[in-house]
């Protein structure tokens, strides 16, 4: 609060106010690498996690142009990456997308042998955001390393930190973007870990802020805040993962006993603790989504609605789940807020909500 009232100045200015503000954000990048195993020097704040993985992909991608032309990424990214590609493609790339195995789990003999010459960079996220799988990022590191050493590589860590232990170094990923609100930071605010040396061209251009990555006046209250929830979330990584665990299993063994042909999407082990995402034959994802909301509770369908028409989630779609199975998926997501009650809360009344959206579609 006192950087949105009292410690007002703009970190790029020379002036007292400036300066205190200045300290604020330097302050939380030294959280923010902390919190990921990196060193200040290689953070770069952006406007959330978008932005980050476009100013690596699109960024690095163009910095590195004179040395190839190819790029390789999976089916199941998040939107960010995967319209990056899309438009990288219209600037004339070349670009591989990878199938991935109904597990959601990515292999990384596959990524490794997609690998050629050209290859400038190799994008896989660390957690997927709706199945909520981990991928073995330093083994994908290693296998496109040991294809082309001078390949790039790039995660979608957004929703990693806080769920798992996050080392970009240990991992040896050249880039990683990240989101304060994704940690219980304020939304509107990211960070991009640049390895030192890794070329990229800045995508937002102005006043050269953020080293020249990234120009734009700092948001010093939301660095700020996502430096303190970086720095709690990677301390209590360990004690928040044992205590979702229980939660979701309680959860799924609920759901399982009670609407038996329930289909869970994405292998349960390697997850993170508080994702749950499952299939529910027989209903659209849209229904159970509005009934559930009505009822008090907030999650997730598979599904979104565009332009009128109800699409199935690409990434259970890209995992080889039937598109009628796919029409009706929800995703539970729990957190630092949740507990038993919610659990008891959402398995009471699931089963006759599940009855209800069959008995509409």
Same mark, same amino acid.
């Given at each position: 609060?006192?950087?949105l ?9 020379v ?11 330097e ?11 990196a &060193?200040?020097?290689?953070? $770069?704040f ?7 993985d476009?100013?690596?992909?699109k ?5 590195l142009?004179?040395? @190839? ?18 438009w ?11 199938? $991935? ?9 596959? !990524? ?19 199945? %909520?799988?981990?991928?073995? !990022? ?21 929703q990693?930190?806080g ?6 170094h ?5 880039? /990683? /973007? ?7 930071? +304020? ?6 870990f640049?390895?030192?040396?890794v +070329?990229?061209?800045a ?8 080293? @020249?990555?990234?120009? @734009? ?11 303190? /929830?970086?720095? !709690? /979330? ?25 609407? +038996?042909?329930?289909r ?33 509770i907030a999650?997730?369908?598979? &599904?979104?609605?565009? &332009? %009128? ?5 690409? !990434? ?20 630092r ?5 919610? $659990?008891?809360?959402?398995l ?14």
């Amino acid at each position: 609060m006192a950087w949105l009232s009292e410690d007002f100045g703009n970190p790029s200015s020379v002036h007292g106010f400036g300066r205190k503000a200045r300290q604020g954000v330097e302050d939380a990048r030294d959280r923010v690498a902390a919190a990921i195993g990196a &060193s200040p020097a290689e953070i $770069v704040f952006t406007g959330g996690g978008t932005e980050a993985d476009n100013l690596a992909i699109k960024g690095a991608s163009h910095k590195l142009r004179g040395n @190839g032309n190819h790029l390789i990424t999976t089916s199941f990214e998040h939107h960010a990456v995967l319209d990056s590609f899309e438009w990288l493609r219209g600037q004339g790339f070349e670009t591989t997308v990878l199938p $991935v195995p109904e597990s959601g789990v990515v292999d990384p003999a596959a !990524v490794g042998a997609a690998v050629q010459p050209s290859t400038l960079l190799v994008s896989v996220m660390a957690v997927n955001n709706e199945v %909520g799988t981990v991928q073995p !990022v330093s083994d994908i590191v290693h296998a496109v390393k040991a294809a082309n050493p001078n390949t790039l590589v790039h995660t979608d860590a957004v929703q990693a930190l806080g769920k798992i232990p996050v080392d970009v170094h240990a991992w040896g990923v050249d880039l /990683a /973007a990240f989101a304060a609100h994704k940690v219980g930071g +304020p939304k509107g605010v990211g960070a991009l870990f640049v390895r030192s040396s890794v +070329p990229v061209e800045a995508v937002i251009h102005g006043g050269g802020h953020e080293r @020249g990555l990234r120009s @734009g006046t700092i948001n010093v209250p939301g660095v700020a805040a996502f430096g303190i /929830a970086a720095e !709690v /979330a990677a301390k209590e990584v360990h004690e928040s993962a044992e205590r979702l665990l229980a939660l979701r299993t309680k959860l799924l063994d609920g759901i399982s006993a009670t609407i +038996p042909d329930a289909r869970l999407n994405g292998d349960l082990d390697r997850r993170v603790p508080g994702n749950l995402n499952v299939s529910i034959p027989g209903t659209e994802g849209e229904t159970l989504l509005l009934l559930l909301d009505q009822a008090g509770i907030a999650c997730s369908s598979g &599904s979104a609605c565009q &332009s %009128g028409a109800v699409d199935p989630s690409h !990434v259970l779609l890209a995992l080889g789940v039937p598109r009628e199975l796919a029409s009706g998926s929800l995703r539970f997501t729990l957190g630092r807020g949740s507990s038993e009650d919610d $659990v008891d809360a959402v398995l009471s009344i699931l089963p006759e909500l599940v009855r209800k959206a069959r008995a509409a579609a």
